[in-house]
């Protein structure tokens, strides 16, 4: 149908530039908050949260909420008794989607 205008090189270019840029506008993160593969905290058992997108759900890099606690919820800084277990953003479980700062 194209042959005559474009050839495959260019068309295959042209294919991957409209698949990369509408996958990468896909929403991965969830109304409730929920986020990432995760211990479910009641039994234990491994639980993934699934986002919109498929995969498994993120934060919401540029909300209130921008991280991943080791229970699987968005949240930000740490609850108040100090502890580790309940940060949000810096815990060895923790993922911090905000974008690094240069």
């Not at 990468?24 to 699934?50: A, L, M, Y």
């Not at 909420?65 to 740490?78: A, E, M």
């Amino acid at each position: 149908m194209f042959y005559g205008l474009y050839d495959t090189t260019t068309l295959l270019l042209l294919l991957l530039l409209v698949v990369g840029c509408t996958s990468t506008n896909q929403v991965k993160w969830r109304e409730d908050h929920k986020c990432g593969n995760k211990s479910d905290p009641n039994d234990w058992k491994f639980i993934s949260n699934i986002g919109p997108h498929g995969g498994v759900a993120e934060c919401d890099p540029n909300s209130d909420k921008p991280c991943c606690s080791g229970w699987g919820y968005c949240g930000l800084g740490q609850w108040k008794d100090g502890s580790d277990i309940w940060e949000y953003c810096t815990c060895r479980t923790c993922t911090d989607y905000r974008p690094l700062k240069t």
